[in-house]
């Protein structure tokens, strides 16, 4: 199963190497950015530790507990997740209560928690008082996303193993291997605006705002697209942008990725020719179409439109404004919102 993992070596190093040699801690922290795929290296080990007829980090697939593992009931693979924004109080009493017994198939038993960064302190505390005693046989496998500090409290009794962020060509590989419809070019767009996170990438491909990106792109980078036509069509892009619900953020960061590659290209001396990657050829029609000081107006505007969604501004009005200023060819508006 780590061997169909893509990236994260080091990890998984230290992760083969417990479980050959079965020395197991009780409690380990994985903890990076979101959607890199800590829960994937998680459930390896957990796939792992819980077949028995395992060869070296590779389970079977065949034994009762790969089976029951792998139709989602194996009885000593608790799995637990935030329901709402964190993990609750009362989950946490129920956990204890379930490990009272031991595990069922007489070998280890794997709990899986996620986001144990959004732990409150009540809940934080009585996992703290399990992990501080922890039954025997039982392995505690904690997720944490950096984008909260988790309980230092939990932090001391956790050994830590930290994830980075995937290189833009592994993440595009996980990202084609789930999503096998997208192309190469596409695909490593993605993992360049998610900086390596194939699973933050994989929840935009799923979602309008990428077919919007291309739209806005396009307009961005077409020279005849001026005067009444222009208005036109920036008035049905800011109203499909509107309409975009949590997705209308992650579309405000593809466009800065792409306004700062059109700023940046050229730079480095290369020429549009050399660059075969999609999206820098893209930045490159950008380029040739507006100056830089035009490019850097549509920059700030962009970033405007951030703050002012931030604000809790009027959507339809931050983006009619937003677009008219990407697409103006003149000084930027007076900013209206
Ligand atoms: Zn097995």
């Not at 077949?51 to 507990?65: A, N």
Request: charged share 25%.
């Amino acid at each position: 199963m780590f061997s169909a993992i893509v990236g994260h070596e080091r990890p998984l190093r230290l992760l083969t190497r417990i479980l050959k040699g079965d020395r197991l801690g009780h409690a380990y922290l994985f903890s990076g950015p979101d959607g890199i795929g800590k829960a994937t290296v998680a459930l390896a080990l957990a796939a792992g530790l819980l077949c028995t007829d395992r060869k070296g980090t590779t389970p079977c697939g065949r034994c009762p507990g790969c089976l029951q593992f792998a139709s989602g009931n194996h009885p000593d693979f608790l799995h637990i997740a935030p329901e709402g924004a964190s993990i609750k109080i009362d989950r946490i009493r129920s956990l204890k209560r379930q490990l009272a017994f031991s595990p069922f198939c007489g070998g280890v038993r794997v709990i899986l928690l996620e986001e144990v960064q959004s732990l409150r302190r009540e809940a934080g505390n009585s996992l703290l008082k399990i992990l501080e005693e922890p039954p025997p046989d039982n392995l505690f496998l904690c997720i944490a996303s950096d984008s909260a500090p988790v309980l230092p409290t939990i932090l001391s009794r956790c050994q830590m193993i930290p994830f980075a962020p995937l290189a833009h060509d592994q993440a595009t590989d996980v990202i084609l291997g789930q999503s096998p419809d997208l192309d190469r070019d596409q695909a490593l767009q993605l993992a360049r605006i998610t900086e390596g996170a194939p699973g933050r990438a994989l929840a935009i491909e799923a979602g309008d705002a990428l077919a919007l990106f291309g739209r806005l792109a396009s307009a961005l980078a077409d020279p005849r697209l001026r005067g009444p036509a222009a208005v036109e069509e920036a008035l049905a892009l800011a109203a499909d942008m509107a309409a975009l619900k949590e997705e209308l953020t992650v579309l405000l960061g593809l466009l800065k990725t792409l306004l700062k590659d059109a700023l940046l290209v050229g730079l480095d001396r290369r020429t549009a020719d050399a660059d075969t990657d999609l999206a820098i050829k893209e930045a490159w029609r950008i380029r040739e179409r507006w100056n830089l000081s035009r490019l850097s107006d549509k920059m700030n505007a962009v970033e405007y439109a951030e703050k002012a969604l931030a604000g809790n501004c009027n959507r339809g009005l931050v983006c009619d404004v937003l677009i008219l200023q990407l697409m103006s060819e003149t000084e930027p508006l007076e900013s209206v919102v």
